[in-house]
């Protein structure tokens, strides 16, 4: 790795190091055991998310995924994909599972969502599901897992955020990457422009939502409401 940076002429030791860091990385990723089973994205989803520095997140229509119960990510699943045999919904489901691992394990990633008011009420599922979701959102608050921030839908100054969308601090910031998730399918985005424009996304998206207390209370005055 370091020949090849000196080669191309880099002198940013610092990235040069978290290259090769990641590149000597010997440890087998729990995703690995989902190749040939799951699509590709689920796997480089997963590891990306594993050598991020800090996560964070904007979701409009779902729970984010990390946040997710196995009743609510089955719903969304089987919703997107109703031709999917069990016996390919169930790995989708287990890996999503999974990935909680990054906010939840002995070493936990800084996780900070912001969560629409419309993606708490709708019912991918029925009653039951919603209000377990929303007891596990606020679980994973008062756990410390994960920063969560609410848009309530008569917040002025939203304008929308297109789509879901996540920013992965990398171990330098020339290694950031963000991630767009649409109906067409799901995009890596790794050029400082996109890069710019996201955080720009995110500042505007941050300044529409509650702060982190009363989006718990929001959360839990809804899971009253069900």
């Known amino acids: 790795m370091r020949r090849l940076a000196a080669h191309y002429a880099c002198t940013d030791e610092a990235l040069i190091d978290a290259l090769v860091a990641m590149a000597t990385d010997r440890t087998r990723g729990w995703w690995e055991e989902y190749r040939g089973v799951l699509p ?5 989803m997963a590891e990306a998310e594993h050598h991020a520095a800090f996560l964070r997140e904007v979701v409009i229509t779902h729970v984010p995924g990390l946040l997710q119960t196995p009743d609510y990510a089955r719903a969304v699943f089987r919703y997107m994909r109703p031709e999917l045999p069990g016996s390919e919904l169930e790995p989708r489901v287990e890996h999503r ?3 909680r691992t990054v906010i939840e394990g002995d070493s936990p990633t800084p996780y ?17 599901a919603s209000l377990a979701q929303l007891r596990r959102i606020l679980e994973q608050i008062e756990q410390g897992h994960a920063g969560v921030r609410v848009i309530p839908t008569d917040q002025d100054g939203f ?25 067409t399918g799901t995009a890596f985005i790794d050029a400082e422009p ?9 500042r505007k998206v941050e300044k529409a939502s509650l702060d982190p207390m009363a989006s718990r209370d929001f959360i839990h005055r809804l899971s009253k409401e069900l």
């Open 97 to 99: 599972m999974r990935r």
């Open 159 to 183: 304008a929308g955020a297109g789509a879901s969308m996540m920013y992965m601090g990398g171990p330098v910031p020339r290694l950031d990457t963000g991630l767009r998730d649409a109906p």
């Open 112 to 128: 900070d969502t912001i969560i629409h008011e419309f993606a708490l009420r709708i019912r991918v599922a029925d009653r039951q």
């Open 194 to 202: 996109q890069l710019n424009r996201l955080r720009t996304l995110f």
């Open 40 to 44: 590709p994205v689920f796997l480089d």
